[in-house]
């Protein structure tokens, strides 16, 4: 119960790789921002966006007031996407290089912050494009200064060095990671959440669950990703509940944002394996599924290849959302099934063949799980060998409700 004694209008500075500022009016920090890119000699940014949850959050308010109070002049890409894709980066990189950028502000969910990130790798290395970017064809070498104003509770982006985006012609959604595009500065406001719709509001603390569980049982875990992942469940367990049923709820937005953002620190050490790996193809052939979606659908199929692996572990984490775990290997199933009724009782019922994915599909995105550049990178740190009879079980089982019967 230690939640009651937070104030969850204080707000606090977090270090960790980026400073972030958490709590309630965290937006106002914009303006101490602001004066600090100026003093750094920072003239000009672009502001990156959705096409218009900046505004209706009100978070547009605050950054327009500061960028005009220090006289730095800004242009907006406002026309990122869910599923962001390398020609909507190299578009937002055109219009600020042609304004002479020194900065990038974004604004928004996991989908602005990573345009933002790669906009700013390729503000600095300016003989590139977001496809090289994204197929690996070079190493960045640095980026500008990165503000990320958050707006949604799953991603962790804000406090981390990841990056997605879809390559459209190849049906590819890599990953990248580098240490220059981790945020200069980033802001975590509980109050910019409450505009979530309900079904953003699940898919997005889904995504934060899914972030720990990787990170938790890779190949690269540690006690500081076990134990991040503990708490990231418990307070997703508590309080998604409470935020469906009450939108507005502030204190449910502060720590299902506080699980989001353990959550980005704990895939930042940790990494990610199967259901991020296998959940990208889905989304880079039907770009409308929402991520978090996609992940939940895998998830049951996920814990049930992964559960005897990591049975101490899993029991340990995932015992807020499932009764009775002792830890034991023969106890996947009932693992599978408890967190597929957890993800029923928040609402999330659907199946791969819901979505439009039929058998005909496994074969194209098992390959693709493999083919994708960065995704065998995580199937390798996988705590199970994830060979492509492996990972085509998954979405097989994955299809249908009765697939872990």
């Known amino acids: 119960m230690w939640e009651k004694d937070i104030n969850i209008n204080e707000v606090r500075e977090i270090l960790t790789k980026s400073n972030v500022y958490f709590g309630v009016g965290a937006i106002e920090k914009i303006d101490e921002i602001a004066e600090k890119l100026k003093n750094e000699g920072i003239k000009k940014v672009v502001v990156v966006s959705g096409k218009g949850s900046y505004k209706i959050t009100g978070a547009w308010d605050y950054v327009e007031k500061a960028l005009n109070k220090y006289n730095i002049q800004y242009t907006n890409f406002a026309k990122c996407s869910p599923n962001p894709t390398t020609d909507?980066?190299?578009?937002?990189?055109?219009?600020?290089?042609?304004?002479?950028a020194e900065a990038v502000i974004a604004i928004g969910g996991g989908s602005a912050i990573d345009t933002g990130k790669s906009v700013a790798i390729l503000l600095k290395n300016t003989n590139h494009t977001a496809d090289e970017?994204?197929?690996?064809?070079?190493?960045?070498?640095?980026?500008?200064?990165?503000?990320?104003?958050?707006?949604?509770?799953?991603?962790?982006?804000?406090?981390?060095?990841?990056a997605v985006a879809t390559v459209v012609k190849k049906d590819y959604k890599p990953a990248i990671a580098y240490d220059c595009i981790y945020p200069k500065y980033s802001i975590d406001d509980p109050s910019l959440t409450t505009k979530l719709s309900l079904n953003q509001t699940k898919y997005v603390s889904i995504d934060a669950v899914n972030h720990v569980i990787e990170a938790a049982t890779s190949k690269v875990a540690s006690p500081y990703t076990v134990t991040l992942a503990r708490e990231t469940i418990k307070l997703v367990a508590k309080y998604l509940p409470v935020a469906i049923?009450?939108?507005?709820?502030?204190?449910?937005?502060?720590?299902?944002?506080?699980?989001?953002?353990?959550?980005?620190?704990?895939?930042?050490?940790?990494?990610?394996?199967?259901?991020?790996?296998?959940?990208?193809?889905?989304?880079?052939?039907?770009?409308?599924?929402?991520?978090?979606?996609?992940?939940?659908?895998?998830?049951?199929?996920?814990?049930?290849?992964?559960?005897?692996?990591?049975?101490?572990?899993?029991?340990?984490?995932?015992?807020?959302?499932?009764?009775?775990?002792?830890?034991?290997?023969?106890?996947?199933?009932?693992?599978?099934?408890?967190?597929?009724?957890?993800?029923?009782?928040?609402?999330?019922?659907?199946?791969?063949?819901?979505?439009?994915?039929?058998?005909?599909?496994?074969?194209?995105?098992?390959?693709?799980?493999?083919?994708?550049p960065s995704l065998s990178g995580l199937l390798a740190i996988a705590p199970t060998e994830a060979t492509k009879e492996a990972v085509s079980e998954i979405y097989q089982t994955s299809l249908s409700e009765f697939a872990l019967v």
């Not at 070079?138 to 104003?149: L, Q, R």
């Not at 996947?332 to 439009?356: H, P, R």
């Open 88 to 100: 909507q980066i190299d578009e937002a990189t055109a219009l600020a290089k042609d304004f002479g």
């Open 133 to 162: 970017l994204y197929e690996y064809k070079f190493t960045p070498d640095g980026a500008v200064p990165i503000v990320a104003i958050n707006l949604t509770h799953g991603t962790g982006t804000e406090a981390n060095r990841f």
């Open 245 to 372: 049923n009450d939108l507005e709820n502030l204190e449910a937005r502060y720590y299902l944002l506080y699980a989001s953002l353990l959550g980005g620190i704990c895939f930042d050490n940790g990494l990610l394996h199967y259901t991020h790996a296998l959940e990208h193809p889905l989304s880079a052939v039907k770009h409308d599924l929402s991520h978090g979606l996609g992940l939940a659908i895998l998830l049951p199929s996920v814990i049930k290849n992964i559960y005897p692996s990591k049975a101490n572990v899993l029991a340990d984490i995932l015992s807020p959302l499932v009764d009775g775990l002792k830890g034991e290997k023969d106890e996947a199933n009932k693992a599978a099934f408890g967190i597929q009724n957890w993800l029923k009782s928040v609402g999330v019922n659907e199946k791969l063949t819901d979505m439009g994915f039929c058998q005909e599909d496994v074969l194209k995105l098992t390959n693709l799980a493999f083919e994708t």
